[in-house]
């Protein structure tokens, strides 16, 4: 992903623009002059040149397209290396825009916590047929898979954790109201019983009962935590979601669940264990030492975690991965997308209610 | 499951042999960025032949016993949680046997 490694216009897959080719068009189909007339709009400057837009891996919600350009004149003249952000061919209901995810990509950098640049958002139609918006394209990888076994972060694993506790914490100053994020509903009551009702809402319209993860909801309604200080919540923040090079974290990607909410349940999402990528020992993400993260947020935060809490909500994480998982298989079953890695996904719901059963006996 | 005798090889022993085919003399040609690929569609094959040589019966009409635990009537029920815990080790087991070894 260097700057300036692609010197030549790279033609775009065809894939990804609705309608027809039109005929006599010398490139049917192609984005990337419109794409450079918005870009100079956006951005300023009196001229773009487009150098590559490719679709990036990853994503099972949305997509995401490495852009370079060049700018002529104005503030921002020269080679820029960004993402455009745009949704996939199908959505999870519970989701939020790219406008509204554009809106909290600008709190979370205005809060000091590290994420790509938002740049510009276009909230019509009129440049790709769906609304996209444009951030600074980071260095490194995101790969949970990779970051779990490259023995490249074996010295600095400790630093990573620190350090994501610490973005995290800054994340979590972030409370309600937020001028930009009026979208976001306050929970009234417990949120840990807002989010099982949500949970036991998506259930009531899925094709089939699913008896343990209910037996876990109800464990979890049972001994819902009070609520506490609302603040605002990544809700995936977790291995696979954030990048990282080979200087450490070069930021958290990702905001399309956000909102507001119980900070434990964060913690919980990050440290649960489906989510370690199978390097289950290392108990924050898979990537370093509860202790380390644990240490991280609470000298960020100033407020000192209870153990007992988060393992609430990292039952809970399992829960909601499992409702996520039966919606990404969902959309493999349903036939709006065919995708091995969907297909896949929704068959992990066995092991989740497996954990969730473990951890809720009578 | 019908009486009437299937012709040989049946669907379990077709993708049996379509998997290790695949795996031993195919997934050593994949480039590097496609073996992740690979590794998926031979786990879609793995999960498919477990679950037609043992099909897991799930739970009949569940619906009911779903609103009984909404309602909290099987807060106490010890032979319920053991019912459904060993459905769940029986899909696990279908769907990702390592994943037991690991617990």
Redesign the interface.
Known sequence: MKLGSAATLDPTPGDQTPGDPTPGDPTPGDPTPGLARWLIGALGGNAAQVTRFEKLGGGAIQENWALDVVLSGGPRAGRHALVLRTDAPSLVASSHTRAQEYALLRSAWAGGVTVPEPLALASDTSVLGKPFYVMRRLAGTAAGHLLVRDDRWKGDRSALAQRLGRELARIHKIAPPQTGLEFLTVPSGPPAKSVVATL?HW?DGYR?????L??G??WLD?VAPPRGAVRLLHRDFRTGNYMVDDQGLTGILDWEFAGWGDPDEDIGWFCAKCWRFGA?AREAGGIGERQDFYRGYEEESGRRIDPDRIRYWEILAHARWAVVALQQGERYVSGAEAS??L??TG?????L???I??A??? | MTDIPRDRPEAAELIAVARSVFQAELMPFLRDDLRVIGLMIANALAIAERELRDPAGGILDAWPLVLAIRAGRHDTDRALHARLLSDAVDRVAVANPKFLDQT
């Not at chain 1, 089939?208 to 343990?212: E, H, I, Q, T, Y």
Request: aromatic fraction near 4%.
């Open positions: 036991r259930l089939m009962a699913r008896p343990a209910e037996w909801l109800r049972r289950i091995l890695d297909a896949l068959r992990r719901i066995a092991e209610e497996h954990e059963l473990k809720t006996p009578p």
